[in-house]
């Protein structure tokens, strides 16, 4: 069976400080784009339109959004000791793989601050 990537982006809000990095120590916020791709083998014959999709988009999006809904607009300090990208990608790779059928890889979570850094995870 033909083996395909997805992937599908959503934006967050939050604050957070690290402590003990310069400027990033004190209270700011960002809005964060969060890239999720999985990976998984489709028959890509038949006359099911599901033998032709991996997983609907909306679906996809609607789990995905569930748990970012647990950071959105949140102070992110309440709910981690330091609340990195990397941390978060680590984080919503976990959160994800609960709710993600088993025939569903999760190549990559990225979590980019602004225009400039991001964080991926990418299991283990
Ligand atoms: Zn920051």
Known sequence: MPTVKLGISLSIDYAHSLPGHGKCSMLH???AKVTVVVRGSIPMDGKECGNYM????IE???RVKNILMELDHRNLNELFICPT???LAYWIYRKLREVLPSNIEIVSIRVQEGDSGWAEYEGE
């Not at 991996?54 to 988009?57: H, R």
Request: glycine fraction near 8%.
């Open 85 to 87: 990208a990397e941390v």
């Open 54 to 57: 991996l997983i609907d988009f």
């Open 60 to 62: 996809l999006r609607d």
């Open 29 to 31: 916020g960002h809005t």
